[in-house]
């Protein structure tokens, strides 16, 4: 009888009730590794099940670029920053590549789960938000990761095109932020749209503009210093210059600049969506 009072109120604090836990029951204390691992196993699956579509379609698309761009501007003559043109727009080319298809992955994953009624698949496991939204931008990156070694092995067997490394660093350090930074807008897209129009919008009006006019296919010291200040606008502009620059050694951007500079957005993106996650807008009725 002594023992009754005193069980219960130890177990009215969530700290103590764990203490109290029957034997063999889980529980979980930090981070939930196997239920992070599981989703980020199942977003991978996801887009691997139908790779031809996911990988080696926007591989083939962003080599067509390459090979349409050096055939109509890549004259043997023809030079931008120091190296030869076809040289130039490789890298900015893998980037976006990157960064397209990880919008396109994270955009994807809870829009359908909206659309098609299983959205309760992610609010319902243990998993915190910041589990959650881990796993979803972790996916993403991988997809964009892969999308982006199939480019570069492609053109690095391509004749005419030399895609060697200067700065792993560079490349490394952009590449991922840049992919981090498309995954999170995804994230936050698939919260905000209801359909797979919303969603396409955003691919469409805001994702592919800004993805093109990044300085890609040429040098932002050639634009007038209007178009050189919209330029320095767009983040995307930051992430294909210092991924250009891992491999040229070149670039039309301060380096060290625009690495902050990504990392403040992916940071602003981060906290932006982790608390619409846990206010649960559009996503829980």
């Known amino acids: 009888m002594l023992d009754q009072p005193e069980k219960e109120q130890t177990t009215g604090s969530p700290v103590n009730a764990m203490r109290f836990a029957e034997p063999g029951e889980p529980i979980i204390r930090g981070v939930?590794?196997?239920?992070?691992?599981?989703?980020y196993w199942k977003e991978?699956?996801?887009?691997?099940?139908?790779?031809?579509?996911t990988i080696w379609a926007p591989s083939i698309t962003t080599l067509l670029f390459l090979i349409i761009f050096t055939v109509a501007m890549g004259r043997g003559d023809r030079t931008v920053l120091g190296v030869p043109f076809a040289d130039f727009i490789a890298p900015g080319l893998i980037c976006m590549?990157?960064?397209?298809?990880?919008f396109a992955n994270s955009s994807f994953s809870m829009l359908v789960g909206k659309i098609q009624g299983t959205i309760i698949d992610y609010l319902t496991p243990p998993l915190s938000v910041g589990e959650l939204l881990a796993a979803l931008v972790?996916?993403?990156?991988?997809?964009?990761?892969?999308?982006?070694?199939?480019?570069w092995l492609a053109m690095f067997i391509w004749p005419g095109v030399n895609v060697g490394v200067s700065h792993w660093w560079a490349v490394i350090w952009f590449g991922l932020m840049g992919a981090a930074m498309l995954s999170l807008l995804g994230v936050l897209t698939s919260i905000w749209a209801e359909k797979f129009d919303h969603a396409a919008a955003v691919s469409n009006f805001v994702v592919a503009p800004l993805a093109l006019l990044s300085g890609t296919f040429y040098s932002i010291d050639r634009l007038s210093p209007a178009f050189q200040a919209v330029s320095?606008?767009?983040?995307?502009?930051?992430?294909?210059?210092?991924?250009?620059y891992g491999f040229l050694a070149e670039a039309d951007s301060p380096v060290v600049q625009g690495a902050l500079i990504l990392l403040a957005i992916n940071i602003g993106l981060t906290l932006l969506c982790y608390f619409l996650l846990k206010s649960g807008w559009k996503i829980k009725s």
Do not use: E
């Open 32 to 39: 939930n590794w196997a239920g992070f691992l599981a989703l």
């Open 44 to 53: 991978v699956r996801r887009f691997v099940k139908v790779q031809l579509q």
């Open 97 to 102: 590549g990157m960064l397209q298809n990880a």
């Open 138 to 151: 972790a996916s993403s990156m991988t997809r964009a990761i892969l999308v982006g070694f199939a480019v």
């Open 232 to 244: 320095h606008v767009n983040p995307f502009f930051y992430a294909i210059s210092g991924f250009r």
